[in-house]
């Protein structure tokens, strides 16, 4: 059996930093973990149309947060010229409170960043096949789409991506992955931008899993 490594997990702390940044003593960690949790599950059930990246989140003091939102669509969150940020922003207050209906109210700085359109994430791939598959597209067309909305310059030096489960209504689940150029994934100087997502068919769950080489450090 394979032992699989995640390509994040396996840079963070070494080329890649954590999402959530912060620290806290015993009492108080377990809070801070879920709470972080339960806001990221939030923001992407409510606004799964927005494409999101990456959600940092950064705590100095007690009741403070700085939050940076890396986002395909930031015109859904916040409209087409940020009228609507300080409205998201008092969103993400309530659902803070939610979690927590007897804290005191959180200080939070909010940061709404678009991605550029000369780069191809991980992520905006994923959901770019999931809309097309759950519209019944078959996987080989949906794939074979994808290439031809991404030139090679996009994702510079390499690409993967994998494909699971009950492909074009089979019977049996089997998988499907294309490749192209490299992908150093035991090289730690290498950055990796990964994301695993789900489509939900009339044949049941895909697993989509996207791999993205970017830059590699030079030694």
Excluded at 86 to 103: G, T
Excluded at 174 to 191: C, F, K, N, S
Aim: proline share 4%; charged share 25%; glycine share 6%.
């Amino acid at each position: 059996m394979g032992q699989k490594v995640h390509p994040v997990g396996l840079r963070l702390g070494i080329t890649q930093p954590h999402l959530s940044q912060w620290f806290a003593s015993k009492k108080n960690y377990s809070k801070y973990l879920f709470e972080d949790y339960f806001l990221r599950k939030t923001l992407l059930q409510r606004y799964r149309n927005a494409g999101f990246e990456k959600i940092k989140i950064l705590r100095k003091i007690e009741n403070h947060l700085e939050i940076t939102i890396h986002v395909e669509k930031p015109s859904i969150l916040v409209g087409n010229k940020g009228e609507d940020l300080a409205v998201f922003q008092q969103e993400i207050k309530r659902i803070l409170q939610k979690y927590q209906p007897s804290q005191n109210e959180k200080k939070v700085v909010l940061y709404v960043l678009g991605s550029s359109p000369t780069s191809a994430s991980a992520s905006s791939m994923a959901d770019f096949l999931i809309d097309l598959l759950e519209k019944r597209i078959p996987y080989r067309i949906a794939l074979k789409l994808l290439f031809q909305q991404l030139p090679r310059k996009k994702f510079q030096k390499g690409l993967k991506i994998q494909i699971s489960g009950r492909l074009n209504g089979a019977e049996i689940a089997r998988r499907h992955w294309v490749r192209e150029g490299r992908l150093p994934l035991q090289t730690l100087d290498a950055h990796i931008d990964y994301c695993l997502k789900t489509a939900q068919t009339i044949y049941g769950i895909l697993g989509i899993k996207v791999w993205v080489f970017s830059d590699e450090k030079e030694t």
